[in-house]
Protein backbone atom coordinates (compact mmCIF):
# COMPACT_ATOMS: atom_id res chain seq x y z
CA UNK A 1 0.00 0.00 0.00
CA UNK A 2 1.03 3.51 -0.90
CA UNK A 3 2.39 5.47 2.44
CA UNK A 4 0.99 8.66 3.01
CA UNK A 5 2.61 11.78 2.95
CA UNK A 6 2.42 13.94 6.05
CA UNK A 7 1.75 17.60 4.64
CA UNK A 8 4.41 20.09 4.31
CA UNK A 9 5.14 22.18 7.08
CA UNK A 10 6.14 25.87 6.32
CA UNK A 11 8.28 27.60 8.71
CA UNK A 12 6.88 31.26 9.09
CA UNK A 13 9.06 33.41 8.45
CA UNK A 14 10.26 35.18 11.59
CA UNK A 15 8.66 38.48 12.36
CA UNK A 16 11.10 41.97 12.86
CA UNK A 17 10.13 41.88 16.36
CA UNK A 18 11.67 38.27 17.05
CA UNK A 19 14.55 38.78 14.39
CA UNK A 20 15.51 41.95 16.46
CA UNK A 21 15.40 40.53 20.39
CA UNK A 22 17.56 37.60 18.74
CA UNK A 23 20.47 39.67 17.21
CA UNK A 24 20.18 42.01 20.16
CA UNK A 25 20.03 38.92 22.88
CA UNK A 26 23.18 37.70 20.86
CA UNK A 27 25.40 41.05 21.30
CA UNK A 28 24.41 41.55 24.29
CA UNK A 29 26.17 38.15 25.31
CA UNK A 30 29.16 38.51 22.86
CA UNK A 31 29.32 42.02 24.68
CA UNK A 32 29.31 40.45 28.27
CA UNK A 33 31.86 37.56 27.41
CA UNK A 34 34.12 40.64 26.31
CA UNK A 35 33.65 43.02 28.98
CA UNK A 36 36.84 44.43 29.43
CA UNK A 37 35.90 45.90 25.69
CA UNK A 38 33.00 47.50 27.22
CA UNK A 39 35.64 49.00 29.71
CA UNK A 40 37.87 50.70 27.37
CA UNK A 41 36.07 53.45 26.07
CA UNK A 42 34.93 54.29 30.10
CA UNK A 43 38.56 54.37 30.80
CA UNK A 44 40.12 56.26 28.24
CA UNK A 45 37.06 59.39 28.89
CA UNK A 46 38.56 59.04 32.59
CA UNK A 47 42.01 59.37 31.93
CA UNK A 48 41.27 62.34 28.76
CA UNK A 49 39.35 64.03 31.44
CA UNK A 50 42.25 63.66 34.24
CA UNK A 51 44.82 64.92 32.24
CA UNK A 52 43.26 68.10 31.45
CA UNK A 53 43.75 69.05 35.30
CA UNK A 54 47.02 68.13 35.45
CA UNK A 55 48.33 69.67 32.87
CA UNK A 56 46.20 73.21 32.80
CA UNK A 57 46.30 73.55 36.91
CA UNK A 58 43.42 73.01 39.56
CA UNK A 59 41.67 76.03 38.37
CA UNK A 60 37.97 75.50 39.40
CA UNK A 61 37.26 79.13 36.92
CA UNK A 62 39.33 77.54 34.30
CA UNK A 63 38.21 74.19 34.18
CA UNK A 64 34.95 74.70 34.47
CA UNK A 65 34.89 77.23 31.22
CA UNK A 66 36.34 74.24 29.37
CA UNK A 67 34.37 71.52 30.75
CA UNK A 68 31.74 71.12 28.15
CA UNK A 69 33.97 71.08 25.36
CA UNK A 70 36.56 68.49 27.18
CA UNK A 71 33.59 66.14 28.01
CA UNK A 72 31.97 66.02 24.48
CA UNK A 73 35.32 65.71 22.86
CA UNK A 74 36.67 62.75 25.63
CA UNK A 75 33.39 61.33 24.90
CA UNK A 76 33.29 61.57 21.24
CA UNK A 77 36.90 60.25 20.92
CA UNK A 78 35.66 57.14 23.57
CA UNK A 79 32.96 56.31 20.87
CA UNK A 80 34.95 55.83 18.10
CA UNK A 81 37.21 53.03 20.20
CA UNK A 82 34.68 50.59 19.38
CA UNK A 83 33.80 51.53 15.68
CA UNK A 84 35.97 49.10 14.11
CA UNK A 85 35.02 45.96 15.29
CA UNK A 86 31.07 47.14 14.82
CA UNK A 87 30.84 44.81 11.49
CA UNK A 88 34.15 43.47 11.37
CA UNK A 89 33.22 40.71 13.78
CA UNK A 90 30.78 39.31 11.45
CA UNK A 91 32.74 39.52 8.52
CA UNK A 92 35.64 37.65 9.75
CA UNK A 93 33.16 34.75 10.79
CA UNK A 94 30.47 34.88 8.16
CA UNK A 95 27.63 35.95 10.13
CA UNK A 96 27.25 39.22 8.20
CA UNK A 97 26.44 36.83 4.41
CA UNK A 98 23.64 35.44 6.93
CA UNK A 99 22.36 38.66 7.66
CA UNK A 100 22.40 39.76 4.17
CA UNK A 101 20.25 36.56 2.98
CA UNK A 102 17.53 36.89 6.34
CA UNK A 103 13.96 37.01 5.70
CA UNK A 104 13.65 40.54 7.32
CA UNK A 105 15.69 43.99 6.02
CA UNK A 106 18.81 44.20 6.56
CA UNK A 107 18.36 48.05 7.69
CA UNK A 108 16.32 46.58 10.53
CA UNK A 109 19.06 43.95 11.54
CA UNK A 110 21.61 47.15 11.56
CA UNK A 111 19.32 49.59 13.65
CA UNK A 112 19.47 46.45 16.29
CA UNK A 113 23.06 46.28 16.30
CA UNK A 114 23.53 49.91 16.90
CA UNK A 115 21.07 50.01 19.45
CA UNK A 116 23.25 47.14 21.09
CA UNK A 117 26.57 49.06 20.10
CA UNK A 118 24.84 52.34 21.96
CA UNK A 119 23.95 50.26 24.71
CA UNK A 120 27.22 48.86 25.73
CA UNK A 121 29.24 51.29 24.75
CA UNK A 122 28.02 54.71 24.91
CA UNK A 123 25.37 54.03 28.18
CA UNK A 124 27.72 53.91 30.48
CA UNK A 125 30.08 56.59 29.35
CA UNK A 126 26.36 58.78 29.82
CA UNK A 127 26.30 57.27 33.12
CA UNK A 128 29.58 58.35 33.87
CA UNK A 129 29.45 61.82 32.97
CA UNK A 130 27.85 62.59 36.39
CA UNK A 131 31.25 62.13 37.74
CA UNK A 132 33.29 63.07 34.71
CA UNK A 133 31.75 66.63 34.98
CA UNK A 134 32.35 67.21 38.55
CA UNK A 135 35.76 66.30 37.90
CA UNK A 136 36.25 69.40 35.86
CA UNK A 137 34.01 72.00 38.46
CA UNK A 138 31.39 72.23 35.73
CA UNK A 139 28.14 74.18 37.32
CA UNK A 140 26.02 71.61 38.24
CA UNK A 141 23.11 74.12 37.14
CA UNK A 142 24.63 72.99 33.77
CA UNK A 143 24.59 69.35 34.03
CA UNK A 144 20.84 68.65 32.80
CA UNK A 145 22.15 70.60 30.07
CA UNK A 146 24.92 68.29 28.84
CA UNK A 147 22.86 65.43 30.29
CA UNK A 148 20.25 66.01 27.62
CA UNK A 149 23.17 67.37 25.11
CA UNK A 150 24.61 63.68 25.29
CA UNK A 151 21.14 61.40 25.63
CA UNK A 152 20.57 63.57 22.05
CA UNK A 153 24.30 63.17 20.71
CA UNK A 154 25.46 59.90 21.47
CA UNK A 155 22.73 57.76 19.84
CA UNK A 156 23.41 59.96 16.68
CA UNK A 157 27.12 59.52 16.96
CA UNK A 158 26.33 55.48 16.76
CA UNK A 159 24.37 56.00 13.69
CA UNK A 160 26.72 58.00 11.99
CA UNK A 161 29.24 55.45 12.80
CA UNK A 162 27.87 52.65 11.49
CA UNK A 163 27.30 53.77 8.19
CA UNK A 164 31.10 54.45 8.47
CA UNK A 165 32.17 51.21 9.59
CA UNK A 166 29.79 49.71 6.54
CA UNK A 167 32.24 51.82 3.89
CA UNK A 168 35.57 50.53 5.65
CA UNK A 169 34.31 46.92 6.69
CA UNK A 170 36.13 45.16 4.16
CA UNK A 171 39.01 46.98 4.47
CA UNK A 172 42.28 45.61 6.52
CA UNK A 173 43.46 47.78 9.23
CA UNK A 174 41.53 50.19 8.44
CA UNK A 175 41.23 52.53 11.93
CA UNK A 176 42.70 55.46 10.48
CA UNK A 177 40.73 55.63 7.78
CA UNK A 178 37.76 55.47 10.02
CA UNK A 179 38.92 57.87 11.73
CA UNK A 180 39.46 60.30 8.60
CA UNK A 181 36.28 59.51 7.60
CA UNK A 182 33.76 59.75 11.21
CA UNK A 183 35.48 62.60 12.63
CA UNK A 184 34.14 65.22 10.32
CA UNK A 185 30.86 63.85 10.15
CA UNK A 186 30.89 64.45 13.96
CA UNK A 187 32.01 67.97 14.04
CA UNK A 188 28.38 69.30 13.91
CA UNK A 189 27.18 67.14 16.38
CA UNK A 190 30.10 68.04 19.10
CA UNK A 191 29.46 71.89 17.84
CA UNK A 192 25.73 71.68 19.32
CA UNK A 193 26.45 69.28 22.01
CA UNK A 194 29.16 71.23 23.24
CA UNK A 195 28.10 74.54 22.17
CA UNK A 196 24.21 73.89 24.01
CA UNK A 197 26.32 73.52 27.31
CA UNK A 198 27.96 76.67 26.48
CA UNK A 199 25.17 78.76 25.82
CA UNK A 200 23.90 77.44 29.32
CA UNK A 201 26.84 78.87 31.30
CA UNK A 202 26.53 82.49 29.28
CA UNK A 203 22.29 82.31 29.83
CA UNK A 204 21.85 82.19 26.28
CA UNK A 205 18.98 79.96 24.97
CA UNK A 206 19.88 76.10 24.90
CA UNK A 207 16.53 75.07 23.29
CA UNK A 208 18.07 75.37 18.68
CA UNK A 209 21.16 73.57 19.52
CA UNK A 210 19.33 70.80 21.90
CA UNK A 211 16.33 70.53 18.75
CA UNK A 212 18.69 70.83 16.34
CA UNK A 213 20.31 67.68 17.60
CA UNK A 214 16.75 65.99 18.18
CA UNK A 215 16.27 66.54 14.22
CA UNK A 216 19.19 65.35 13.35
CA UNK A 217 19.00 61.89 15.60
CA UNK A 218 15.24 61.66 13.96
CA UNK A 219 16.87 62.34 10.50
CA UNK A 220 19.51 59.43 10.96
CA UNK A 221 17.01 56.68 12.89
CA UNK A 222 15.78 56.94 9.39
CA UNK A 223 18.25 57.18 7.07
CA UNK A 224 21.31 55.83 8.60
CA UNK A 225 20.55 52.06 9.07
CA UNK A 226 19.58 52.10 5.35
CA UNK A 227 22.81 53.75 4.02
CA UNK A 228 24.67 51.57 6.56
CA UNK A 229 22.33 48.67 4.51
CA UNK A 230 23.86 49.70 1.02
CA UNK A 231 27.00 50.25 2.50
CA UNK A 232 27.54 46.34 3.69
CA UNK A 233 26.20 45.15 0.24
CA UNK A 234 28.28 47.02 -1.63
CA UNK A 235 31.30 45.71 0.73
CA UNK A 236 30.49 41.92 0.58
CA UNK A 237 29.94 41.65 -3.41
Known sequence: MP???APAIDAAPPSLAGAGRALFARDLALAWRRRGDIAQPLVFALLVVTLFPLALGNDPALLARIAPAVLWVALLLANMLGLDG???GDAEDGSLEQMLLAPVPLAWLLAVRVAGHWLTTSLPLLLAAPVLAEMLHLPRAQLGVLMMSLALGTPLLALIGSVVAALTVGMKRSGMILALLALPLYVP???FGAGSVMA?????PVLVPLLLLGAGLALALVLAPLAAAAALRIAVT
Not at 200 to 204: F, H, K, N
Request: proline content about 0%; overall charge neutral; aromatic content about 8%.
Open 86 to 88: LFR
Open 3 to 5: TER
Open 200 to 204: SSEGL
Open 189 to 191: VLV
